[in-house]
């Protein structure tokens, strides 16, 4: 299984990468996060940041491979405890269907992505910086990979 990490964003500071890279090189073959930047829309003084918003959705959901399950990462989700995102990682991986996880930019997710999605899973009621985002996600698929697996990382 892939878990495909859709995020609006690219060019990440070094500690953006290095926090990253740090869970990502964790995983196993078999449950790898892979990361895909989508190019942020120029966003100036008078942008029409609905047209904005509406164009990185669409770039968004034409970056998902088929057939994957579609999870937005939304301050309206469903918050998960880390043992709740667990069983979630083991009913991702018992149906053998790929992951797109779905990060938008400052504005939010279009509402096409969030249409699309299976499910929506909120990290927090707090607002975190983007770039954040990708750290917190892969610690905690790494942590849920862990209880999965009984590894020692979570205690």
């Known amino acids: 299984m ?3 990490l859709i995020t ?13 890279e740090e ?29 904005i918003v509406h164009d990185e959705g669409e770039r968004m959901l034409a970056a998902i491979p088929k057939n994957c399950h579609i999870v937005t990462l939304d ?16 009913n991702w991986l018992d149906s053998g ?4 996880l779905m990060v938008g930019g400052p504005e939010g997710l279009a509402d096409s992505v ?12 707090l607002t975190f910086p983007h770039p954040l985002v990708r750290i917190i996600v892969a610690e905690q698929i790494y942590r ?5 697996n009984n590894h020692p990382y979570h205690r």
């Open 8 to 20: 609006i964003g690219q060019k990440m500071p070094g500690w953006v990468k290095q926090g990253y």
């Open 114 to 125: 969030k249409e699309a999605a299976q499910q929506s899973w909120s990290l927090s009621k």
């Open 2 to 4: 892939q878990i495909y």
């Open 144 to 148: 849920a990979w862990s209880i999965i």
């Open 97 to 100: 269907q790929d992951i797109a």
């Open 23 to 51: 869970y990502t090189k964790r995983m196993p073959r078999e449950c790898q996060l892979i990361v895909k930047e989508i190019a942020a829309g120029k966003r100036g003084k008078n942008s029409d940041v609905k047209r």
């Open 75 to 90: 301050v309206p989700g469903k918050a998960w405890t880390t043992e709740k995102l667990a069983e979630a990682l083991q």
